[in-house]
């Protein structure tokens, strides 16, 4: 059995092989210190709708959007959804009360098929040399013109909008905002045939999407459209500021100030480096104030075409990475509730030997209970699209993660516990508001009973064909199917070979056993286990996947266009362009299925 503290750290853990590993000395003291004493927090209370509990003391209840309830000694019986406070007349600790459905929106009838999209490789004729929100609502058109009904998106989440322009959406400066790159200029007045637009049009050309240089043009033109549309937006941005509130303000104060001071708010004068301090809102008020509205401005516009792709037919699934950087926006506005001095990873397992660090700050575990886990909320409701849907990066995080001290190897990590029962609560909250189902990927290294957990919870566990023994017919309801994912092979490049060499040339082979493994899973999947061309295998493969009685499977773009490198290499940042690699047929240029595609929706059907 595992002996776990009362900072929630696990003094042993085991891996994928099923081998013990004793937390060494040195970690568990690095991890407590990093916390700090946790007996602080204020009490969390989860009732459900309708709950007319009584209390143990007279208390104040203020509800979620400050609303005063007034003194009760009973919860009322039309208590909304949300989290609100209860302060005893005694005195006594705030209890955040949150009240949760329990469990996720999930239709009982759900049986859809859909494609996941990486959003910045996905380019049409006209993208300003990056796939925009215009190019996600041409795909949602396309997806719903052949029958599916998902359309999955990678990260929307902000990057420092500075150059060095980082190409992972999953370590953005915040994930309560999302990428300005990603505007679609095209419908804003900007005449495609001008220098700016000529320019960026020009890079399509290359297969690498260079985020650098689209974002010096797509910012000149955009500073542009500012000037022209200020006055007459004022109105509109003004409301949407006022519906964001503290946590827009801090988006764009920090992007000012990143603009005036670099990236890194580390590094920025001493006096500017807490949002709350005085320095900050002097210069929020007087110099900074223009670059304040504007990049409050951009979010709208950006808002806006989301919302555009909704009304196209399909559900929009947006994704929640599981951090983000220690420089970038939300460790700066956060940084009270946030671990220092070290980052999230996981521990070695087949795929991959070394373990992984991902240089993500967590959250402090009683520190998110004593804020009610308001913050996660607000991550949540940032990528809940209504009526769609969330993928929860590496959704064990819920649970438990891996802490990992600066200067450590994965493999000298430990697993810290959250309030898991709660943040559950808190996912099924904000899925119910928004109406929008919940995936969860669970795959590596997932403690005992947490699946059991997600099927409770009502959420999607992930089913992906490399790492399952069992073939798709035999995927439960509860689940998502999917073939791969952007961290793993294609089906191409798997099948050929050119994943492998890739690997090879990268220094990071496969192990041997782990590679012919995956390769006898997809074998069983073919009538004929060794067809000599990669077309079969792409279309036989998708229509079995059609087969699984999953609530939802989805193809990857990257396998239904038969592309062999894959998205991402996870480890590799200077060695490749993960996560710029574009599709190689404009999205726009695509009418009927490609077979594959057509495979997998004839299959679904029946």
Not at 226 to 237: F, M
Not at 364 to 382: F, N
Not at 405 to 415: F, I, K, L, M, V
Not at 524 to 548: F, K
Request: aromatic share 6%; glycine share 8%; hydrophobic share 40%.
């Amino acid at each position: 059995m595992t002996t776990t503290d009362r900072w929630g750290i696990d003094h042993e853990w085991v891996d994928t092989a099923g081998t013990w590993h004793r937390v060494p000395d040195a970690t568990i003291s690095a991890l407590r210190a990093a916390m700090g004493d946790p007996d602080a927090a204020h009490p969390v209370w989860v009732v459900r709708p309708g709950a007319t509990d009584g209390l143990h003391a007279r208390c104040h209840l203020r509800l979620e959007q400050g609303d005063d309830v007034g003194e009760v000694d009973r919860l009322p019986v039309d208590l909304p959804l949300g989290i609100h406070e209860l302060t005893p007349l005694d005195g006594g600790p705030i209890t955040n009360l949150i009240v949760s459905p329990g469990r996720c929106h999930l239709p009982d009838d759900l049986r859809e098929w859909g494609v996941t999209m990486q959003v910045p490789t996905t380019r049409s004729t006209t993208s300003w040399g990056i796939g925009d929100l215009g190019d996600v609502t041409t795909v949602a058109r396309w997806v719903s013109a052949q029958g599916g009904r998902a359309l999955a998106l990678s990260p929307l989440h902000a990057p420092t909008p500075i150059a060095p322009v980082p190409a992972s959406p999953y370590s953005p400066s915040s994930r309560r905002w999302r990428n300005p790159l990603l505007i679609d200029l095209r419908p804003l007045g900007l005449p495609d045939a001008g220098p700016l637009g000529r320019e960026a049009q020009s890079l399509l050309a290359e297969r690498v999407v260079d985020r650098d240089r689209v974002w010096t043009l797509k910012r000149a033109a955009l500073e542009q459209l500012w000037a022209q549309e200020r006055e007459r937006r004022t109105s509109d941005l003004a409301r949407f500021r006022a519906a964001h509130g503290a946590s827009l303000e801090g988006w764009a104060r920090f992007c000012a100030l990143a603009e005036r001071h670099g990236a890194h708010w580390r590094s920025w004068p001493m006096e500017l480096r807490h949002p709350h301090a005085p320095a900050v809102a002097t210069a929020a008020a007087g110099p900074l104030a223009d670059r304040i509205d504007l990049h409050a401005w951009l979010q709208l516009l950006l808002d806006d075409q989301l919302h555009a792709a909704t009304a196209q037919g399909v559900r929009l699934m947006q994704d929640l990475a599981i951090g983000a950087d220690p420089d970038g926006a939300d460790a700066w506005l956060w940084q009270d509730l946030l671990a220092e001095g070290v980052n999230i990873g996981a521990p070695p397992d087949d795929f991959a030997p070394d373990g992984q660090q991902w240089g993500l700050p967590p959250f402090i575990p009683w520190r998110l209970r004593d804020a009610g886990h308001r913050p996660l909320a607000e991550l949540l409701r940032s990528a809940l699209v209504q009526g769609g849907g969330l993928r929860v990066d590496h959704v064990m995080g819920l649970a438990r993660l891996f802490w990992i001290p600066d200067g450590a190897s994965p493999q000298e990590g430990a697993y810290v516990h959250f309030a898991g029962r709660e943040l559950f609560e808190v996912l099924a909250l904000e899925s119910a508001r928004a109406e929008a189902i919940v995936v969860g990927e669970d795959l590596g290294t997932v403690e005992p009973g947490f699946r059991e957990e997600l099927a409770r919870t009502g959420i999607l566990s992930t089913r992906v064909v490399w790492f399952e023994d069992s073939p798709p017919e035999a995927y439960p309801y509860q689940s998502v199917g999917m073939v791969t994912t952007h961290d793993l092979p294609t089906l191409v490049g798997e099948w050929s070979g050119t994943d492998e060499a890739e690997l090879v040339s990268l220094g990071r082979p496969t192990p041997p056993e782990i590679g012919a493994l995956v390769h006898r899973r997809l074998s069983a999947l073919l009538p004929d286990p060794s067809p000599t061309h990669s077309v079969p295998v792409v279309d036989e493969v998708h229509r079995r996947l059609g087969q699984a009685p999953a609530a939802l499977v989805l193809a990857t773009l990257e396998d239904v266009m038969g592309m062999g490198p894959r998205p991402n290499v996870p480890g590799t940042t200077l060695e490749r362009s993960n996560w710029s690699l574009a599709l190689p047929v404009p999205i726009d240029e695509l009418t009927d299925a490609p077979s594959a595609l057509a495979a997998l929706a004839e299959s679904r059907a029946h």
